[in-house]
């Protein structure tokens, strides 16, 4: 093959080297610029975790928090209950008073300070006054009376003040229902936005979780695509190394060729020097010779 023709395919190969080496430092550069922006996914989803670390925090301290005033109402609602069994109890013993007792029980007092009234004056009539065997009979038998309607008159108003003791009682126990029902109401209030900020933090968390989830996404694709790039530059360095190889060799057989012709030349001159009769050196002889020498040995 002439030279002319290997220096073109030497050229040739060259500049295809020249065009895998450009192409290999632009997907290195872009290999970089990959590596760069997994880096910075990576530090920003290093962010949104410790974020999603703090917003579980959050959400277990108000979850405690939660349960704590859950468990208040809890401990609220039993004594509450007794309370209502207790005022129902007591408005049954009250309702089935009033069916029962007498309707002058309710105004035993006025009665009983009366007869007591009454019972002193005859009493007093008795010790001060001079009275006939019949008056003094008379008056007796009417204290008799008086003192029976009078211890009466005492039971029907115990009964009642314990009837009255019961009202009094259901107020009070009502009294404390209301503050019980109260302290349930603002915890009821409390439960509420707690709810509501707990529904916002999980929210929050779900949101922190979505772009967790994205950036791992993203950076499964980035590395696909830098797996991508290694294995095209991989192929292009091979094929690299080939072209060079070839070219090489290309080259190493120019050489031979140009060591050829300067040997062939050199030949022709030393031959001419020797058919002249001019003096040779001992290389230029040698030269001279050696295709002579070169026949002689084959014969």
Not at 33 to 55: F, P
Not at 70 to 79: C, E, K, M, V, Y
Request: proline share 1%; hydrophobic share 35%; aromatic share 4%.
């Amino acid at each position: 093959m002439p030279i002319l023709n290997r220096y073109v395919i030497e050229a040739c190969l060259s500049e295809q080297i020249d065009s895998i080496e450009q192409e290999c430092a632009s997907k290195f550069a872009y290999r970089i610029e990959l590596v760069n922006k997994i880096r910075q996914l990576k530090a920003k989803r290093h962010e949104l975790l410790l974020s999603i670390k703090e917003s579980s925090e959050k959400i277990r301290k108000m979850r405690d928090e939660l349960k704590l005033y859950r468990d208040q109402l809890h401990t609220l609602s039993s004594p509450r209950k007794e309370l209502i069994e207790r005022i129902k109890d007591l408005k049954q013993r009250i309702k089935v008073a009033k069916q029962t007792l007498p309707k002058g029980v309710w105004y035993g007092i006025e009665r009983c300070e009366a007869l007591t009234n009454k019972l002193n004056e005859l009493e007093w009539r008795i010790q001060t006054q001079r009275l006939s065997r019949d008056e003094e009979k008379m008056i007796i038998e009417q204290i008799k009376e008086l003192e029976l309607k009078l211890q009466t008159f005492r039971k029907m108003n115990k009964a009642r003040q314990e009837v009255m003791e019961w009202v009094n009682n259901v107020k009070v126990l009502s009294t404390q229902v209301k503050e019980i029902d109260e302290k349930k109401s603002n915890i009821h209030g409390v439960l509420v936005e707690l709810r509501e900020k707990l529904r916002e933090a999980y929210e929050a968390k779900k949101r922190l979780l979505n772009e967790v989830k994205a950036i791992n996404e993203k950076i499964a694709e980035l590395s696909n695509n830098i797996n991508n790039i290694d294995q095209n530059l991989k192929e292009l360095l091979k094929k690299r190394r080939d072209l060079v190889e070839e070219m090489r060799k290309k080259q190493t057989e120019v050489i031979k060729i140009k060591e050829q012709q300067l040997f062939e030349k050199a030949q022709k001159a030393a031959k001419e020097k020797l058919i002249q009769g001019k003096k040779l050196t001992f290389y230029e002889l040698k030269l001279a010779l050696s295709e002579e020498m070169k026949s002689d040995s084959l014969d």
